[in-house]
């Protein structure tokens, strides 16, 4: 079982919609939470952190938290084509600074 | 303020060559990771660095990779000798793990290496 599990996509939405991507992880002990926003050829940019149950904001994005379910999340609000991207999950566990990352899933934003 | 550097951001080389991949980090960060991105495997940790000392090379593939951190603002990746299944595109990345400050992680924009 992969540690940190994303739908490889591709995702594909409508400009203006709602782009809901899901990460799981086996780690229950867990405590820190990321996403990353990969465009092809270039490197994965921090978009979010979380590190306690429930939702967080910044501008468009909104992470989600459940970790009794081991289940993270990311909403795009009012997608747009520039949004178009890989985006990465990435798990940091107890006592570690390592970050395991998902293998990301692939969004599409259709103009 | 300047993000995370790494040079070259492009190699070329022959089976056999020896490969030096560099970075600095962000000033002020304690931590330093090397990561390889692949088609086949996604991004892979490689080793990190914490305070210049090496935490865990548990992801080097092989005595073929070596990293040194000599100082708290430059790093180095070495592959000797390369392969073409070396062939990848290698990521450093950086974090302030001070306390107060969170684990995050800035990466750098990658070396893309071909070995052929």
């Known amino acids: 079982q992969k540690e940190v599990e994303q739908n490889s996509g591709p995702l594909s939405v409508p400009e203006g919609a709602i782009a809901s991507l899901n990460c799981t992880y086996s780690?229950?002990?867990?405590?820190?939470f990321f996403w990353y926003r990969q465009y092809s050829g270039k490197s994965p940019e921090l978009i979010m952190s979380i590190y306690s149950n429930g939702d967080k904001e910044d501008g468009r994005f909104t992470a989600q938290l459940n970790k009794a379910s081991q289940y993270v999340s990311l909403l795009i609000r009012d997608s747009q084509p520039s949004d178009s991207a890989t985006y990465l999950c990435?798990?940091?566990?107890?006592?570690?600074?390592?970050?395991?990352f998902g293998t990301g899933t692939r969004l599409k934003v259709l103009a | 303020d300047a993000g995370v550097i790494q040079s070259p951001r492009h190699e070329v080389t022959e089976m056999g060559q020896e490969v030096t991949l560099r970075c600095k980090p962000i000033s002020g960060h304690n931590s330093l990771f090397w990561y390889r991105q692949t088609m086949m495997r996604g991004l892979e940790l490689l080793i990190y660095?914490?305070?210049?000392?090496?935490?865990?090379d548990s992801g080097m593939p092989e005595d073929r990779f070596s990293a040194k951190m000599p100082n708290a603002s430059f790093s180095t990746l070495k592959i000797q000798p390369s392969e073409p299944r070396d062939s990848a595109v290698y990521f450093c990345?950086?974090?302030?793990?001070?306390?107060?400050?969170?684990?995050?992680?800035?990466f750098g924009p990658g070396t893309r290496l071909t070995v052929t």
């Open positions: 990345a950086s974090s302030d793990r001070r306390a107060g400050f969170s684990y995050e992680q800035y």
């Open positions: 990435a798990v940091k566990g107890a006592g570690t600074y390592k970050y395991i």
């Open positions: 660095f914490n305070n210049n000392v090496p935490i865990d």
């Open positions: 780690d229950r002990v867990s405590q820190s």
